[in-house]
């Protein structure tokens, strides 16, 4: 993760050796540190359930 706001993400993500920047927007802007902790463990529920 490279950085977080109230909307969203910025990763870097490696696809065949390159690095290439992604940004991930949030389904809700985010409150406060409390929100952006319960989204991303969701987020991440989420993604597990879909592998």
């Given at each position: 993760?490279?950085?977080?706001?109230?909307?969203?993400?910025?990763?870097?993500?490696?696809?065949?050796?390159?690095?290439?920047?992604?940004?991930?927007?949030?389904?809700h802007t985010l409150k406060d540190a409390e929100?952006?902790?319960?989204?991303?463990?969701?987020?991440?529920?989420?993604?597990?359930?879909?592998?």
């Open positions: 993760m490279l950085s977080i706001d109230a909307q969203g993400m910025n990763l870097t993500a490696e696809v065949s050796g390159e690095s290439l920047p992604i940004r991930i927007e949030f389904d929100d952006a902790h319960h989204t991303l463990i969701d987020m991440l529920k989420l993604a597990r359930t879909q592998k």
